[in-house]
Structure formats: structure tokens, C-alpha cells
């Protein structure tokens, strides 16, 4: 019976975003332990206390263009147009145009980039965010980078990460900066 309704939540959600979950069809199919341990992660991935929607994907949009050639990234920010976060700020983002973005942005994606690019002023950032937000808003922005990271490597670890594709915003093609030049 889970497994059934997990089939059709799996269902559902690609019929929703129109994202190919068969990395994790397989999973439960094979391995439904594996699966009903790592679903625990999809929910948690959603976390956000109290950091603005903009900061939250911003870490999410990171996080996902690190470990990931499109399909992960495009559903990342139809979740973040979903929850409401404004195009030119998603766009701003993946182009890595810290001047084109509200406060709220910049700091999620700076943390964000500095964490993931281990950089010596990853510790400035963090102690920005806690002073706008607490330690709360660390841990929104440390889950929300991380959490969002995981799925991109399980997809290409169990072998399904196969295609790329370009990144669109609300079907605007955007040129997607991964790393700084």
C-alpha cells in the first residue's frame, strides 16, 4: 500500500512540473528501504522558517546548478515562480548578477555561492545572514543550498542524469552563469 501511494505521489508530481522522476520510480522499485529512507529528504528540502521566499530558492537555485546540467535547475525555479519568487530575480541568479537583485537575493545567493565554492568569506556571509535573519536563517539557507544539492547527485549516482537542457523562466530562455569568470 506505500508504495503504491508512493507511485502515484511520484506520478502526480511529474504530471505537476513536468520533471522525469524515474531515478526515483527505480529506486522504490529496487530498493523500497532505499526509497522510504530517502523520501523523509523531499519534504525536509522544503524547509524554510524564516528567511524570505527570494533568499530560500536563491540557496535552492545554487545548490542545484552545482551538481546539475538543467532538469533539476528548471525544476528548482518553477518552484520558486510557484512560490511566488519574482522572474527577474530567478534570472538574476542563474546569470549571477548580484546588482540585478533585491537584498533578500543577494544575500541567500551569496551565502550560498561562498558555501559551496568553500571560499574564505563564506564566514562573512553566514554572519551576515544571522544578523538578518538569526541563526534560523543559517540554517534555512544551509538546508535549502545542501538538501536541494542531494537530488542532482542522486540522480546522476544511480545513473540517470543524462540530459542537459537550457534553463527557462516562464518560458524565457536564460543564459546560465555557473561559475564566476
Not at 529512507?37 to 533568499?55: D, G, L
Not at 535549502?144 to 534553463?167: N, S, T, W
Request: proline share 3%; with cysteine; hydrophobic share 45%.
Amino acid at each position: 500500500m506505500r508504495s503504491w501511494i508512493a507511485r502515484r505521489t511520484l506520478r502526480a508530481f511529474t504530471e505537476r512540473y513536468g520533471y522525469d522522476v524515474s531515478y526515483l520510480e527505480m529506486l522504490l522499485n529496487e530498493s523500497p528501504a532505499g526509497f522510504f529512507k530517502f523520501a523523509p529528504i523531499m519534504k525536509a528540502s522544503a524547509h524554510c522558517e524564516v528567511v524570505p521566499v527570494e533568499a530560500c530558492f536563491a540557496a535552492k537555485i545554487v545548490g542545484a546548478l552545482a551538481e546539475d546540467c538543467g532538469p533539476c535547475t528548471q525544476l528548482v525555479v518553477d518552484m520558486a515562480l510557484e512560490a511566488g519568487m519574482a522572474k527577474d530575480q530567478i534570472e538574476a541568479v542563474l546569470r549571477r548578477e548580484p546588482r540585478a537583485m533585491n537584498e533578500a537575493t543577494t544575500l541567500g545567493f551569496r551565502f550560498a555561492d561562498a558555501v559551496v565554492r568553500r571560499s574564505a568569506d563564506d564566514e562573512e556571509f553566514r554572519d551576515a545572514v544571522r544578523a538578518e535573519w538569526g541563526q534560523k536563517g543559517v540554517i534555512d539557507l544551509t538546508m535549502a543550498l545542501q538538501l536541494g544539492r542531494m537530488f542532482p547527485m542522486v540522480k546522476a549516482g544511480l545513473g540517470y542524469a543524462r540530459e542537459c537542457r537550457r534553463i527557462s523562466v516562464s518560458g524565457h530562455d536564460v543564459d546560465v552563469v555557473k561559475q564566476a569568470a
